[in-house]
């Protein structure tokens, strides 16, 4: 295989909107399969950054590289339509809100972009989304509509929607925070399921469990920076800054 | 009142009913060609185009139809453009229409959550891909009925064209009570035939409304 060490590369991010800055000058890598969690309070600008991976919140300043390959490119806008729409293909998202298609099936939901981008038949796309559905526990519900379904089934969904791309990355937008308590974990069980897969994950997320049970190395941020970084046994466990355990703190008793 | 008269007149209104069906429907092909343009415009990236689409939009609704009329009819010899009234009727109307289906057009387009395109680009489909197969099925849903009262009021406004005399309903109503002296009878004539058409019109759309959200 190629090089590991670096397979997602974020050099000096910087974000502003006029005179507020989300992110001050984060840099950060992960490597090919590694999975990475993003903590922190609202506002901390963690979302921003995950954004900021497949450009849908262009960063200020800074390089995103994947694979060798930089997302943010300066280009003409026609080129980087081009380049950024090749590059957002190799890039999974899940968010918060599903943003399943709600005039399309659950089948034509999956099949859509592979049939628009990488020529598939329909026949072809059609066995794509079987395996992707069965995959994530949603095959009975192929033809259903999004409307039809409960919120941690829409959210398997668009994760099948999602890997029917076949993508080298997948970036989650705090999955299971818009979740009622009893469906979050279906979700989990997914998402570990591509943990035992090795994809290479970048998650933001509110759930400390989760991120502790599944996360290979976890970033506490703050305030556009990232305050603390280490595998989670660490950062959960014995946090050497005070904000991460003020944090911390203030969470589990939230939790209670 | 004078039935007996109004059931003599009654056929040549009839006629000049489908003159005004005929407007309604060429007016109502423009209008929305010219919203779909206008939205376009009103939502491109380049300034100038969201420029022109405002202008257009802010000029048409800001002047009554019928001085667009007349300017367009009266006003267009001296500057080069001549038009017959049916033609003037028909492109001053569908203009003018067409300002108001912009903004309708353009609502429909943006109430549709952003996620559903943030969404989309993250599959990488391209900007256009994520116009046309994801956010203009949503929204063609939701503009039908706003559409619907857009055409209700198009049909209406083509009234305005007997001020430039193109012979459909009003004129024709107008012309015979220079003859009958009778204009309640006429006026009501004419009033019922639009009942009509805006009748089967709106019966039109809402079928099209039911249609559009089954599937």
């Known amino acids: ?256 | 009142m004078d039935f007996e008269l109004m059931l003599k007149v009654y056929p040549f209104f009839l006629e000049a009913a489908w003159l005004t069906i005929l407007l309604s429907v060429l007016t109502a092909i423009l209008g929305l060609t010219c919203g779909a343009l206008g939205a376009a415009a009103r939502l491109s990236r380049f300034r100038t185009l969201r420029f022109i689409g405002a202008a257009y939009v802010s000029v048409i609704r800001g002047t009554p139809a019928l001085i667009q009329l007349f300017i367009l009819y009266f006003g267009g010899p001296q500057i080069g453009i001549q038009l017959d009234a049916f033609e003037a009727g028909v492109i001053g109307l569908g203009v003018n229409a067409g300002a108001y289906m912009t903004e309708t057009i353009r609502g429909a387009i943006i109430t549709i959550d952003k996620g559903q395109g943030e969404a989309a680009r993250t599959l990488g489909l391209s900007q256009w891909q994520a116009m046309y197969k994801v956010i203009l099925p949503q929204s063609a849903r939701l503009m039908i009925r706003p559409l619907g009262v857009n055409i209700n009021a198009l049909i209406k406004a083509t009234a305005l064209v007997a001020a430039i005399s193109v012979v459909e309903l009003t004129y024709t109503a107008q012309r015979y009570i220079g003859s009958t002296y009778k204009p309640f009878e006429m006026f009501l004539l004419a009033g019922i035939l639009y009942m009509i058409i805006i009748y089967v019109a709106g019966r039109g759309i809402a079928w099209l409304d039911r249609k559009a959200q089954i599937t």
């Open chain 1, 1 to 256: 295989m190629t090089d590991t060490s670096d397979f997602v590369r974020i050099e000096h991010a910087q974000k502003s909107f006029g005179k507020l800055e989300v992110l001050k000058d984060i840099s950060l890598t992960v490597e090919r399969g590694q999975i990475v969690a993003i903590i922190g309070p609202s506002g901390s600008g963690k979302s921003t950054l995950l954004r900021a991976i497949n450009d849908l919140d262009a960063l200020t300043g800074g390089e995103i590289w994947l694979d060798g390959v930089q997302v943010n490119k300066t280009l003409p806008h026609r080129q980087y339509e081009k380049h950024i729409n090749e590059m957002r293909q190799q890039i999974g998202m899940v968010f918060q809100h599903f943003n399943l298609f709600p005039h399309l099936t659950v089948r034509e939901n999956v099949t859509m972009a592979p049939m628009l981008l990488k020529d598939l038949s329909k026949a072809e796309a059609n066995k794509l989304a079987e395996e992707q559905l069965d995959h994530v526990g949603m095959l009975e519900r192929i033809e259903y509509y999004p409307s039809q379904l409960s919120g941690g089934q829409k959210q398997r969904v668009a994760i099948a929607r999602a890997l029917a791309m076949k993508p080298k990355l997948m970036l989650f937008d705090e999955a299971t925070s818009a979740l009622d308590p009893e469906l979050v974990d279906e979700v989990n069980q997914v998402m570990k399921k591509l943990a035992e897969d090795h994809m290479t994950m970048i998650i933001v997320t509110h759930e400390m469990d989760f991120a502790a049970a599944v996360c290979d190395r976890v970033l506490f941020m703050d305030q556009g920076v990232v305050v603390e970084e280490g595998p989670p046994e660490v950062v959960f466990k014995n946090p050497v800054k005070d904000r991460t355990r003020e944090f911390l703190r203030k969470h589990i008793e939230g939790a209670k």
